[in-house]
Protein backbone atom coordinates (compact mmCIF):
# COMPACT_ATOMS: atom_id res chain seq x y z
CA UNK A 1 0.00 0.00 0.00
CA UNK A 2 1.37 3.17 -0.84
CA UNK A 3 2.65 5.54 1.89
CA UNK A 4 1.89 8.82 2.67
CA UNK A 5 4.41 11.36 2.96
CA UNK A 6 5.96 11.40 6.91
CA UNK A 7 6.74 14.40 9.17
CA UNK A 8 8.79 16.73 7.44
CA UNK A 9 10.52 19.31 9.72
CA UNK A 10 11.27 21.75 6.95
CA UNK A 11 7.94 22.26 4.65
CA UNK A 12 8.91 24.04 1.62
CA UNK A 13 6.03 25.69 -0.61
CA UNK A 14 6.33 26.35 -4.02
CA UNK A 15 4.52 29.19 -4.93
CA UNK A 16 4.09 29.61 -8.89
CA UNK A 17 2.30 33.01 -9.72
CA UNK A 18 -0.24 32.75 -13.03
CA UNK A 19 -3.26 34.21 -14.09
CA UNK A 20 -6.74 31.87 -15.30
CA UNK A 21 -10.13 32.60 -16.75
CA UNK A 22 -11.94 32.74 -13.30
CA UNK A 23 -14.77 31.56 -15.98
CA UNK A 24 -12.89 28.54 -16.14
CA UNK A 25 -11.84 27.93 -12.19
CA UNK A 26 -15.46 28.50 -11.10
CA UNK A 27 -16.11 30.61 -8.11
CA UNK A 28 -13.30 31.89 -5.48
CA UNK A 29 -13.20 30.13 -2.22
CA UNK A 30 -14.02 33.33 0.57
CA UNK A 31 -10.69 34.65 1.71
CA UNK A 32 -11.43 36.09 5.34
CA UNK A 33 -10.16 35.24 8.61
CA UNK A 34 -13.29 33.86 9.65
CA UNK A 35 -13.68 31.06 6.91
CA UNK A 36 -10.12 30.21 6.83
CA UNK A 37 -10.76 29.21 10.43
CA UNK A 38 -14.19 27.17 9.65
CA UNK A 39 -12.06 25.95 6.56
CA UNK A 40 -9.45 23.99 8.86
CA UNK A 41 -11.58 23.36 11.54
CA UNK A 42 -14.54 21.31 8.98
CA UNK A 43 -11.38 19.74 7.16
CA UNK A 44 -10.00 18.41 11.07
CA UNK A 45 -14.13 17.34 11.61
CA UNK A 46 -14.37 14.91 8.74
CA UNK A 47 -10.22 13.65 7.94
CA UNK A 48 -8.42 13.96 11.03
CA UNK A 49 -7.64 10.26 11.84
CA UNK A 50 -6.71 10.08 15.39
CA UNK A 51 -9.78 11.38 17.11
CA UNK A 52 -10.82 7.97 17.77
CA UNK A 53 -7.99 7.31 20.21
CA UNK A 54 -8.22 11.43 22.00
CA UNK A 55 -10.39 12.12 24.45
CA UNK A 56 -10.88 16.05 23.26
CA UNK A 57 -14.36 17.51 21.99
CA UNK A 58 -13.34 19.43 18.58
CA UNK A 59 -16.85 21.09 18.45
CA UNK A 60 -16.06 22.90 21.80
CA UNK A 61 -12.30 23.60 20.90
CA UNK A 62 -13.71 24.77 17.68
CA UNK A 63 -15.98 27.49 19.62
CA UNK A 64 -13.08 28.59 21.93
CA UNK A 65 -10.52 29.46 19.92
CA UNK A 66 -12.66 31.14 16.91
CA UNK A 67 -15.22 32.67 19.45
CA UNK A 68 -13.94 36.03 18.38
CA UNK A 69 -13.22 35.78 15.26
CA UNK A 70 -15.08 37.73 12.14
CA UNK A 71 -14.94 38.17 8.55
CA UNK A 72 -13.28 41.52 9.21
CA UNK A 73 -10.71 39.84 11.87
CA UNK A 74 -6.77 40.22 11.00
CA UNK A 75 -3.92 37.59 9.77
CA UNK A 76 -2.65 37.69 13.23
CA UNK A 77 -5.98 36.73 15.30
CA UNK A 78 -6.28 34.19 12.50
CA UNK A 79 -3.08 32.88 13.21
CA UNK A 80 -3.40 32.60 17.12
CA UNK A 81 -6.60 31.01 16.74
CA UNK A 82 -5.59 28.62 14.32
CA UNK A 83 -2.10 27.38 16.75
CA UNK A 84 -4.04 27.36 19.72
CA UNK A 85 -7.11 25.35 18.38
CA UNK A 86 -3.90 23.06 16.34
CA UNK A 87 -2.13 23.09 19.83
CA UNK A 88 -4.95 21.24 21.14
CA UNK A 89 -3.90 18.09 19.36
CA UNK A 90 -0.62 17.81 20.72
CA UNK A 91 0.22 16.36 17.11
CA UNK A 92 3.81 16.37 15.55
CA UNK A 93 2.33 16.11 12.23
CA UNK A 94 -0.15 18.82 12.28
CA UNK A 95 1.59 22.11 12.02
CA UNK A 96 0.86 25.40 10.33
CA UNK A 97 3.35 26.85 7.58
CA UNK A 98 1.57 30.96 6.65
CA UNK A 99 2.96 32.19 3.54
CA UNK A 100 3.44 35.65 5.09
CA UNK A 101 7.27 35.35 6.76
CA UNK A 102 5.96 37.25 9.84
CA UNK A 103 4.16 34.48 11.10
CA UNK A 104 6.48 31.46 11.98
CA UNK A 105 6.16 27.81 10.95
CA UNK A 106 3.86 25.76 13.86
CA UNK A 107 4.19 22.21 14.61
CA UNK A 108 1.63 21.05 17.43
CA UNK A 109 3.58 18.48 19.38
CA UNK A 110 7.00 18.03 21.12
CA UNK A 111 8.75 18.68 18.04
CA UNK A 112 7.31 22.25 17.65
CA UNK A 113 9.75 22.76 21.04
CA UNK A 114 13.25 21.35 19.22
CA UNK A 115 15.09 23.47 21.04
CA UNK A 116 14.89 21.63 24.64
CA UNK A 117 15.64 18.48 23.18
CA UNK A 118 19.39 18.68 25.06
CA UNK A 119 19.79 14.48 26.15
CA UNK A 120 21.66 13.68 23.02
CA UNK A 121 24.98 14.74 21.08
CA UNK A 122 25.80 12.12 18.67
CA UNK A 123 28.97 13.99 18.63
CA UNK A 124 29.11 12.24 21.88
CA UNK A 125 28.86 8.76 21.20
CA UNK A 126 31.12 9.19 17.97
CA UNK A 127 34.22 11.18 19.91
CA UNK A 128 34.24 9.32 23.26
CA UNK A 129 32.24 5.57 22.90
CA UNK A 130 33.31 4.52 19.08
CA UNK A 131 36.64 2.53 18.10
CA UNK A 132 38.04 2.08 15.00
CA UNK A 133 36.69 2.45 11.96
CA UNK A 134 33.27 4.57 11.13
CA UNK A 135 31.56 4.00 8.29
CA UNK A 136 29.10 6.65 7.62
CA UNK A 137 26.27 6.43 4.83
CA UNK A 138 23.38 8.87 4.39
CA UNK A 139 23.40 10.68 7.82
CA UNK A 140 23.51 7.12 9.11
CA UNK A 141 26.59 5.21 10.84
CA UNK A 142 28.08 2.14 12.16
CA UNK A 143 31.11 1.51 14.17
CA UNK A 144 32.38 -0.37 17.16
CA UNK A 145 32.21 0.40 20.83
CA UNK A 146 34.22 -1.13 23.46
CA UNK A 147 33.32 -4.90 24.91
CA UNK A 148 33.04 -6.36 21.85
CA UNK A 149 29.59 -4.07 21.11
CA UNK A 150 28.43 -3.36 17.80
CA UNK A 151 26.68 0.42 16.82
CA UNK A 152 24.54 1.68 14.33
CA UNK A 153 23.05 4.59 14.54
CA UNK A 154 19.80 5.67 12.02
CA UNK A 155 18.77 9.03 12.38
CA UNK A 156 15.70 8.56 9.62
CA UNK A 157 13.65 5.57 7.82
CA UNK A 158 13.65 7.29 4.54
CA UNK A 159 17.00 5.62 2.39
CA UNK A 160 15.18 3.28 -0.07
CA UNK A 161 15.14 -0.53 0.74
CA UNK A 162 18.53 -0.88 -1.44
CA UNK A 163 20.36 1.28 0.35
CA UNK A 164 19.32 -0.45 3.30
CA UNK A 165 20.49 -3.51 2.27
CA UNK A 166 23.54 -2.37 0.98
CA UNK A 167 23.91 -0.88 4.30
CA UNK A 168 23.23 -3.82 6.99
CA UNK A 169 25.46 -6.52 4.45
CA UNK A 170 27.99 -4.26 5.32
CA UNK A 171 27.25 -3.15 9.29
CA UNK A 172 27.07 -7.49 9.77
CA UNK A 173 30.04 -8.06 7.59
CA UNK A 174 32.09 -5.54 10.07
CA UNK A 175 30.02 -6.41 13.26
CA UNK A 176 28.64 -9.79 13.26
CA UNK A 177 31.66 -11.03 15.41
CA UNK A 178 30.09 -8.41 17.88
CA UNK A 179 28.76 -9.98 21.68
CA UNK A 180 25.51 -7.56 21.33
CA UNK A 181 24.48 -4.76 19.21
CA UNK A 182 23.03 -0.89 19.84
CA UNK A 183 20.54 0.22 16.98
CA UNK A 184 20.37 3.89 18.44
CA UNK A 185 17.16 5.30 17.49
CA UNK A 186 17.44 8.85 19.13
CA UNK A 187 16.96 11.86 16.32
CA UNK A 188 15.18 9.86 14.15
CA UNK A 189 12.81 11.83 12.32
CA UNK A 190 11.22 9.22 10.42
CA UNK A 191 10.37 7.88 6.70
CA UNK A 192 8.30 5.15 5.32
CA UNK A 193 6.62 2.14 6.92
CA UNK A 194 8.54 -0.54 4.46
CA UNK A 195 11.68 0.90 5.49
CA UNK A 196 11.03 0.41 9.02
CA UNK A 197 9.56 -3.61 9.00
CA UNK A 198 12.36 -4.48 6.39
CA UNK A 199 15.11 -2.74 8.79
CA UNK A 200 13.80 -4.68 11.78
CA UNK A 201 13.75 -7.83 9.66
CA UNK A 202 17.29 -7.94 9.63
CA UNK A 203 17.25 -8.92 13.03
CA UNK A 204 14.15 -11.02 12.71
CA UNK A 205 14.15 -14.92 13.40
CA UNK A 206 10.44 -15.44 12.10
CA UNK A 207 7.37 -13.84 10.84
CA UNK A 208 5.48 -11.65 13.21
CA UNK A 209 2.50 -8.85 12.75
CA UNK A 210 4.62 -5.66 13.66
CA UNK A 211 1.83 -2.98 13.99
CA UNK A 212 -1.21 -2.19 11.89
CA UNK A 213 -3.03 1.04 10.57
CA UNK A 214 -6.58 2.31 8.97
CA UNK A 215 -7.17 5.34 7.26
CA UNK A 216 -9.84 8.18 7.76
CA UNK A 217 -11.96 7.60 4.32
CA UNK A 218 -15.27 9.32 5.01
CA UNK A 219 -16.75 12.07 7.02
CA UNK A 220 -18.35 10.10 10.11
CA UNK A 221 -16.43 9.88 13.40
CA UNK A 222 -16.40 5.90 12.60
CA UNK A 223 -15.94 5.89 8.70
CA UNK A 224 -12.61 4.35 8.60
CA UNK A 225 -10.52 1.64 6.20
CA UNK A 226 -10.26 -1.57 7.12
CA UNK A 227 -6.94 -2.27 9.29
CA UNK A 228 -3.77 -3.32 6.86
CA UNK A 229 -1.17 -4.97 9.33
CA UNK A 230 3.26 -4.67 8.77
CA UNK A 231 4.55 -7.84 8.97
CA UNK A 232 8.32 -8.15 10.20
CA UNK A 233 10.16 -11.39 8.65
CA UNK A 234 13.68 -12.46 8.39
CA UNK A 235 14.72 -10.04 5.38
CA UNK A 236 18.13 -9.87 3.01
CA UNK A 237 21.04 -12.14 3.37
CA UNK A 238 22.46 -11.82 6.78
CA UNK A 239 20.95 -11.29 10.05
CA UNK A 240 21.89 -10.11 13.01
CA UNK A 241 20.65 -12.59 16.01
CA UNK A 242 22.77 -11.49 19.06
CA UNK A 243 21.42 -9.62 22.34
CA UNK A 244 20.14 -6.44 20.64
CA UNK A 245 19.53 -3.19 22.35
CA UNK A 246 17.71 -0.12 21.02
CA UNK A 247 18.19 3.54 22.43
CA UNK A 248 15.49 5.90 22.07
CA UNK A 249 14.08 9.55 23.21
CA UNK A 250 11.21 12.08 23.16
CA UNK A 251 12.65 12.43 19.25
CA UNK A 252 12.33 9.14 17.95
CA UNK A 253 9.22 10.17 15.76
CA UNK A 254 6.95 8.50 13.26
CA UNK A 255 8.68 5.64 10.95
CA UNK A 256 11.06 5.96 14.06
CA UNK A 257 8.65 4.65 16.09
CA UNK A 258 6.82 1.77 14.09
CA UNK A 259 10.37 0.59 13.73
CA UNK A 260 10.50 0.91 17.36
CA UNK A 261 6.94 -1.10 17.47
CA UNK A 262 8.62 -4.11 15.18
CA UNK A 263 12.01 -4.23 17.18
CA UNK A 264 10.24 -4.91 20.11
CA UNK A 265 8.61 -7.95 18.02
CA UNK A 266 12.00 -9.86 18.33
CA UNK A 267 12.84 -11.60 21.41
CA UNK A 268 16.22 -10.74 21.74
CA UNK A 269 15.55 -6.72 22.14
CA UNK A 270 15.35 -4.22 25.00
CA UNK A 271 14.54 -1.03 24.78
CA UNK A 272 16.58 1.61 27.01
CA UNK A 273 16.22 5.34 27.35
CA UNK A 274 13.26 7.93 27.27
CA UNK A 275 9.68 7.57 26.05
CA UNK A 276 9.07 8.03 21.62
CA UNK A 277 7.50 11.24 20.45
CA UNK A 278 4.07 9.45 20.30
CA UNK A 279 3.77 10.78 16.14
CA UNK A 280 2.67 7.46 14.70
CA UNK A 281 -0.28 8.28 11.68
CA UNK A 282 0.58 9.44 8.18
CA UNK A 283 0.51 12.78 7.40
CA UNK A 284 -0.61 15.09 3.74
CA UNK A 285 -0.25 18.80 2.98
CA UNK A 286 -3.27 20.85 2.43
CA UNK A 287 -3.94 24.62 1.45
CA UNK A 288 -6.56 26.86 3.32
CA UNK A 289 -7.79 29.63 0.84
CA UNK A 290 -5.38 32.38 2.15
CA UNK A 291 -2.32 29.93 0.90
CA UNK A 292 -1.69 28.76 4.20
CA UNK A 293 -0.54 25.38 3.84
CA UNK A 294 -1.20 22.72 7.02
CA UNK A 295 -0.52 19.30 7.67
CA UNK A 296 -2.92 16.90 8.90
CA UNK A 297 -3.06 13.17 9.97
CA UNK A 298 -4.91 11.05 8.61
CA UNK A 299 -4.58 7.68 10.18
CA UNK A 300 -5.40 5.70 13.30
CA UNK A 301 -1.98 3.55 13.94
CA UNK A 302 -1.27 0.35 16.69
CA UNK A 303 0.74 -1.97 17.29
CA UNK A 304 0.29 -5.79 16.78
CA UNK A 305 -2.80 -5.79 19.57
CA UNK A 306 -4.08 -2.86 18.41
CA UNK A 307 -3.44 -1.00 21.42
CA UNK A 308 -2.62 2.96 20.19
CA UNK A 309 0.33 5.14 21.61
CA UNK A 310 -0.85 8.09 19.43
CA UNK A 311 -0.26 11.14 21.99
CA UNK A 312 1.33 8.75 24.42
CA UNK A 313 4.90 7.49 22.65
CA UNK A 314 6.42 3.88 23.32
CA UNK A 315 7.99 3.47 27.10
CA UNK A 316 11.31 1.79 26.99
CA UNK A 317 11.86 -1.41 29.22
CA UNK A 318 14.88 0.63 30.55
CA UNK A 319 14.55 3.93 31.47
CA UNK A 320 17.76 5.92 31.47
CA UNK A 321 17.49 9.79 30.88
CA UNK A 322 20.88 11.71 29.78
CA UNK A 323 21.16 15.41 31.46
CA UNK A 324 22.91 17.99 29.61
CA UNK A 325 25.06 18.64 31.97
CA UNK A 326 26.77 14.48 31.49
CA UNK A 327 26.45 15.13 27.87
CA UNK A 328 28.58 18.45 27.76
CA UNK A 329 31.11 16.70 29.61
CA UNK A 330 31.09 13.85 26.76
CA UNK A 331 29.08 11.26 29.08
CA UNK A 332 26.15 9.13 27.57
CA UNK A 333 24.17 7.61 30.45
CA UNK A 334 21.28 5.99 28.00
CA UNK A 335 23.97 4.63 25.80
CA UNK A 336 26.58 3.02 28.87
CA UNK A 337 23.11 1.26 30.38
CA UNK A 338 23.01 -0.31 27.01
CA UNK A 339 26.26 -1.03 26.94
CA UNK A 340 26.00 -2.68 30.62
CA UNK A 341 23.39 -4.48 29.37
CA UNK A 342 25.24 -6.31 26.86
CA UNK A 343 28.25 -6.84 28.69
CA UNK A 344 26.03 -8.74 30.98
CA UNK A 345 24.37 -10.91 28.84
CA UNK A 346 25.63 -14.26 28.27
CA UNK A 347 27.63 -14.94 25.04
CA UNK A 348 25.85 -16.44 22.23
Partial sequence: MKQLTRIPLVVALAIVPFSCDPLLLGPLEENNALHNYEYLWEDFQASYGPFCVKDLNWDSLGAVYGGNLSESSSDQELYKALTGLLGELHDNHVSLVPTDPQFPFFQSGIVGELGT???????????????????????????????????????????????????????????????????????????????????????????????????????????????????????????????????THRFTISAGETLTMSFRRLDQVTVVGDTTSGAFSDMTIRELPNGWAYTISIGDWRDHNLVSYEGIGLAPDVPVLNRPEDLATGRDEALEAAMALLAAAPAD
Fill in 117 to 247: FTDFRASVVRDRYLSGDVDSRFDCLFGRLDGDIGYVHLTHVSAGVKLWEDFFDAAFAALGDTRGMIVDLRNNSGGNDQEAVYIAGRFAREEKDAFGFRLKDGPGMDDYTPFHFYKVKPEGKTRYHKPLVVL
